[in-house]
């Protein structure tokens, strides 16, 4: 809905979620080496309902270890008093909003109506949202998709959206069906922004500032864009896109966040090779950024131990060029 006001609003540039990847960890080293991003995600949490559940009771959304002014927990369900209890329980905590994920697609959780797989039934989530903002629970966003078979889903949804207070809507412009790949689609993002009554965050493809400002220039109503795989290839993304100065020797920086990320989660881990498996997860992505994707990547993936790895890491430091902004927008990039 576009209104006078919120052309004047300056934007909200977040960091998505990523199981397995920006964990408490990762959010509190790249926000002591990088700039640009407002807003942080929990990866999600699930099965908190059951009373010996652990699932909450981790680093991941200890106060502690998060600086929770800016971090938003999110929950994959789709039962209303789990959401209930999330939100009590995030209160509790000190937490300002939570966020409901409507979006993973992969087909084990969207075969049992959760994530996306939530968005083809309009109707069940009407009742699951009545439900819970009876309650008068934390202030509550979505993150979303277009649909789960088909983009038009997005038009029913809308209308149920409509209906309860959201703190925020963020839509990753594809069907769940898609995944992660072809095309975002940006018309049926646009088509939809004047049936909601609250202004859309943009999610989906936002690997380089040009990408970001293609984006700003066709959804002018748009103020939150939420950064995915681009800056998990390129941490520098949301400040270059805000045009903050970084630190001119780029690679440097970034050797520096590679390995107190590494250090921490080795410390963390007490020594597990787990930390080897996250920093391999986070390279597939940091890879494309360097001047040659498929070196870094063999000499990283073959890794298994904390000596290879550290000097895998130390050559390609020394041997390789940091480029910057290089995850691939083609749909056929090759998988190194
Ligand atoms: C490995 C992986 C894990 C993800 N985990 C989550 C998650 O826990 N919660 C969520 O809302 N989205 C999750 N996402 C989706 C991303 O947050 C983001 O919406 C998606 O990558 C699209 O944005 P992009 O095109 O800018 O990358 C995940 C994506 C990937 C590839």
Redesign the pocket.
């Known amino acids: 809905m576009a209104n006078d006001s919120s052309a004047k609003q300056p934007i909200i540039l977040s960091l998505?979620?990523?199981?397995?990847?920006?964990d408490f960890i990762y959010r509190q080293v790249f926000q002591s080496q990088f700039e640009g991003i407002d807003k942080f995600?929990?990866?999600?949490f699930t099965a908190i309902h059951k009373a010996d559940s652990k699932n909450l009771q981790g680093a991941e959304i200890d106060p502690k270890f998060n600086n929770i002014a800016r971090l938003v927990p999110?929950i994959?369900t789709n039962d209303h008093s789990e959401l209930f209890h999330f939100s009590n329980y995030c209160a509790g905590l000190g937490y300002q909003e939570i966020?409901i994920?409507l979006?993973?697609p992969y087909p084990r959780v969207a075969k049992k109506k959760r994530g996306s797989g939530l968005l083809p039934h309009a109707d069940s989530l009407d009742e699951i949202l009545d439900q819970y903002f009876a309650g008068n629970p934390l202030p509550t966003g979505i993150?979303c998709r277009l649909g789960y078979e088909n983009p038009t889903e997005i038009a029913a949804l809308a209308k149920v959206f409509n209906r309860y207070p959201l703190s925020e809507l963020i839509i990753?412009a594809?069907t769940g069906k898609q995944l992660?790949k072809g095309q975002?689609l940006l018309d049926e993002f646009a088509a939809i922004v004047t049936d909601l009554q609250i202004n859309p965050g943009y999610?989906?493809?936002?690997?380089n500032t040009a990408e970001f400002a293609d984006r700003a220039i066709r959804f002018p109503d748009v103020k939150h864009f939420?950064?995915?795989?681009?800056?998990?290839s390129d941490p520098f993304l949301a400040a270059d896109i805000r045009e903050i100065p970084v630190n001119s020797d780029r690679k440097q920086q970034l050797y520096q966040f590679v390995k107190t990320l590494y250090e921490q989660r080795k410390a963390f881990s007490n020594n597990k090779p787990s930390a080897i498996g996250r920093m391999k997860?986070l390279w597939s992505y940091l890879k494309y950024s360097f001047d040659e994707p498929q070196v870094i990547w063999r000499k990283i993936k073959k890794n298994n131990s904390f000596a290879e790895y550290e000097a895998a890491v130390d050559q390609i430091f020394e041997n390789h060029q940091w480029i910057g902004q290089g995850?691939p927008s083609d749909e056929e990039a090759p998988d190194y």
């Open positions: 998505g979620p990523f199981q397995g990847i920006t995600y929990t990866p999600f999110q994959l966020n994920n979006g993973c993150k990753h594809r992660y975002v999610n989906g493809d936002i690997f939420m950064l995915g795989r681009g800056i998990l997860e995850f």
